[in-house]
């Protein structure tokens, strides 16, 4: 250990760490850059499963969870490529597979066929390998001359430790015991698959393991073939995107379309109090939203990185927007799982639209919340409404929605080159989408009940107030009116 110290006792190295730690032998940058792109690589991978698992995944709290770690991954990736672009890297090879024992990995985990093994393989191998690789970089590279590397590793471990202590909490909460016995030889599998790789690190004593290959991909640090040990268990067929969205048992009558929110939030006649019950309801039904987003990028593939970090920002802003809604109503005491949410939005645009035309209405009705009646209009009714917690979720509610706009206009609109062209083009998508709104009535998929009279007056009992007759009688429904009160034809 070193006895020098700083002037007057001063913190050397601008307090980045000790003489000792700069003193550390350290890496090469040719060793630092390979390294982080392994880092690169499965924070790209997780982005995409957790991305396209979100739609078809019926828990709601899994699929809020997995629209937060498919951004914090998306975000981590970003910073990586960043880092590793100011190491002399030109080209920057960071769409090449760094081993094939992490793309099996990556692969086997993707194709996991419900949550169980889909949590198993996430947050007890996965992040928690991916962790460890971080925390290794970290006692490894020179702290002093490798700074800025030190600093993305930092963060990314910071957040992704986050993401492992909710996995852990989740792996409890759906493996039990006798799952998790059935799986030890696909778990086994996961563990050999890093292994074989020497670890997430690729400096891991390597054990030499044979990847069975789909296709030719071996890279040049892959161990010599010996054997045929890993062999592909979920991922033998190739994972096929799910683009229904599935709700879990909470969420009932999904189908319904009984009740027409924007319609009572636009009368002059209602209260700005009754209102934010339609507001927090309009905030938990976007959770379809994210449905509808991990469509759009998952069956949009090739375009720059940034697209992918941008659209998962605004996917992750949604779900989070659910759950501000979700808060509106444990505020209020009323159970939510008694008003039916409706999913029938993503399920039509995942399944009647091309991605480009779900990107079209997104944009479209993000815009269409710009002018003064759309997201400032909710924000004022909530600071009318004497519920300061809807005044507070709807300024932030406008502010994200905001940005969402700008990323339409950044990632949508440059493509046409003209905004009005752009908007009619959503407009029109939107039109082709054929609501069902009768035929869903006639196959008794829902009757659309009117859920709103019993809501409401649970909510004037808890403000203790007398409800507005008139505010009770409303029955406006989406049978001949879109969500932004134009008529269907
Ligand atoms: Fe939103
Ligand atoms: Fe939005």
Same mark, same amino acid.
């Given at each position: 250990?070193?006895?020098?110290?700083?002037?007057?006792?001063?913190p050397?190295?601008?307090?980045?760490?000790?003489?000792?730690?700069?003193?550390?032998?350290?890496?090469?940058?040719?060793?630092?850059?390979?390294?982080?792109?392994?880092?690169?690589?499965?924070?790209?991978?997780?982005?995409?499963?957790?991305?396209?698992?979100?739609?078809?995944?019926?828990?709601?709290?899994?699929?809020?969870?997995?629209?937060?770690?498919?951004?914090?991954?998306?975000?981590?990736?970003?910073?990586?490529?960043?880092?590793?672009?100011?190491?002399?890297?030109?080209?920057?090879?960071?769409?090449?597979?760094?081993?094939?024992?992490?793309?099996?990995?990556?692969?086997?985990?993707?194709c996991?066929?419900?949550?169980?093994?889909?949590?198993?393989?996430?947050? @007890?191998?996965?992040?928690?390998?991916?962790?460890?690789?971080?925390?290794?970089?970290?006692?490894?590279?020179?702290?002093?001359?490798?700074?800025?590397?030190?600093?993305?590793?930092?963060?990314?471990?910071?957040?992704?430790? @986050?993401?492992a202590?909710?996995?852990?909490?989740?792996v409890?909460?759906?493996?039990?015991?006798?799952?998790?016995?059935?799986?030890?030889?696909?778990?086994?599998?996961?563990?050999?698959?890093?292994?074989?790789?020497?670890?997430?690190?690729?400096?891991?004593?390597?054990?030499?393991?044979?990847?069975h290959?789909?296709?030719n991909?071996d890279?040049?640090?892959?161990?010599?073939?010996?054997?045929?040990?890993?062999?592909?268990h979920?991922?033998?067929?190739?994972?096929?995107?799910?683009?229904?969205?599935?709700?879990?048992?909470?969420?009932?009558?999904?189908?319904?379309?009984?009740?027409?929110?924007?319609?009572?939030?636009?009368?002059?006649?209602?209260?700005?109090?009754?209102?934010?019950?339609?507001?927090?309801?309009?905030?938990?039904?976007? $959770?379809?939203?994210p449905?509808?987003?991990a469509?759009?990028?998952?069956?949009?593939?090739?375009?720059?990185?940034k697209?992918?970090?941008?659209?998962?920002?605004?996917?992750?802003?949604?779900?989070?927007?659910?759950?501000?809604?979700?808060?509106?109503?444990?505020?209020?005491? $009323?159970?939510?799982?008694r008003?039916?949410?409706?999913?029938?939005?993503s399920?039509?645009?995942?399944?009647?639209?091309?991605?480009?035309?779900?990107?079209?209405?997104?944009?479209?009705?993000?815009?269409?919340?710009?002018?003064?009646?759309?997201?400032?209009? @909710?924000?004022?009714?909530?600071?009318?409404?004497?519920?300061?917690?809807?005044?507070?979720?709807?300024?932030?509610?406008?502010?994200?929605?905001?940005?969402?706009a700008? $990323?339409?206009r950044?990632?949508?609109?440059k493509?046409?080159?003209?905004l009005?062209?752009?908007?009619?083009?959503?407009?029109?998508?939107?039109?082709?989408?054929?609501?069902?709104?009768?035929?869903?009535?006639?196959?008794?998929?829902?009757?659309?009940?009117?859920?709103?009279?019993?809501?409401?007056?649970?909510?004037?009992?808890?403000?203790?107030?007398?409800?507005?007759?008139?505010?009770?009688?409303?029955?406006?429904?989406?049978?001949?009116t879109?969500?932004?009160?134009?008529?269907?034809?």
């Open positions: 250990m070193t006895t020098v110290s700083g002037w007057r006792n001063l050397p190295l601008a307090g980045l760490c000790s003489y000792d730690d700069a003193l550390r032998e350290g890496m090469s940058v040719d060793r630092c850059v390979t390294w982080m792109k392994r880092h690169h690589y499965l924070l790209v991978r997780l982005h995409q499963i957790f991305t396209a698992r979100i739609t078809a995944e019926p828990v709601y709290e899994l699929k809020t969870a997995f629209s937060l770690h498919a951004y914090l991954c998306a975000e981590h990736a970003s910073a990586f490529r960043q880092r590793v672009g100011e190491l002399r890297e030109p080209p920057l090879g960071l769409d090449v597979v760094p081993h094939a024992g992490l793309e099996r990995l990556c692969d086997e985990v993707l996991a066929p419900t949550h169980v093994e889909l949590t198993l393989g996430l947050y @007890e191998c996965l992040i928690p390998a991916l962790v460890a690789s971080l925390k290794k970089y970290l006692a490894t590279t020179n702290l002093l001359a490798d700074a800025p590397s030190v600093r993305v590793t930092r963060f990314c471990l910071f957040e992704l430790e @986050e993401v202590a909710f996995g852990r909490q989740a409890a909460c759906l493996v039990d015991e006798r799952s998790r016995e059935q799986l030890v030889p696909w778990l086994q599998l996961l563990s050999d698959c890093i292994a074989s790789a020497a670890g997430v690190s690729g400096c891991d004593e390597p054990v030499e393991i044979n990847v290959h789909a296709s991909q890279s040049k640090d892959e161990p010599p073939s010996l054997s045929s040990t890993l062999k592909p979920f991922s033998s067929t190739p994972f096929v995107y799910d683009p229904i969205p599935q709700r879990d048992e909470r969420f009932q009558d999904s189908f319904n379309a009984g009740v027409n929110p924007e319609a009572f939030l636009y009368d002059q006649r209602f209260a700005a109090r009754d209102k934010t019950l339609m507001m927090f309801y309009k905030r938990l039904r976007e $959770i379809d939203v449905e509808m987003m469509s759009i990028l998952i069956q949009t593939p090739g375009k720059p990185w697209y992918y970090r941008d659209m998962s920002r605004q996917l992750w802003d949604e779900a989070r927007h659910a759950m501000l809604g979700e808060v509106g109503f444990v505020h209020l005491g $009323i159970d939510w799982s008003i039916p949410i409706n999913f029938t939005w399920r039509n645009l995942n399944t009647q639209l091309e991605p480009w035309e779900r990107h079209a209405v997104l944009f479209f009705i993000e815009q269409g919340l710009m002018p003064r009646t759309g997201k400032r209009y @909710e924000w004022e009714v909530g600071l009318a409404s004497g519920i300061p917690l809807a005044g507070l979720f709807q300024d932030f509610d406008w502010a994200d929605e905001v940005l969402h700008q $990323i339409g950044e990632w949508y609109v493509e046409f080159g003209d009005n062209e752009a908007m009619s083009y959503g407009d029109r998508c939107w039109s082709q989408v054929l609501s069902h709104w009768r035929s869903y009535l006639d196959d008794g998929r829902t009757a659309h009940r009117n859920w709103w009279p019993e809501i409401y007056l649970e909510a004037c009992q808890t403000w203790g107030v007398i409800p507005d007759p008139v505010a009770l009688a409303f029955q406006t429904t989406y049978e001949s879109r969500a932004d009160l134009k008529q269907i034809r």
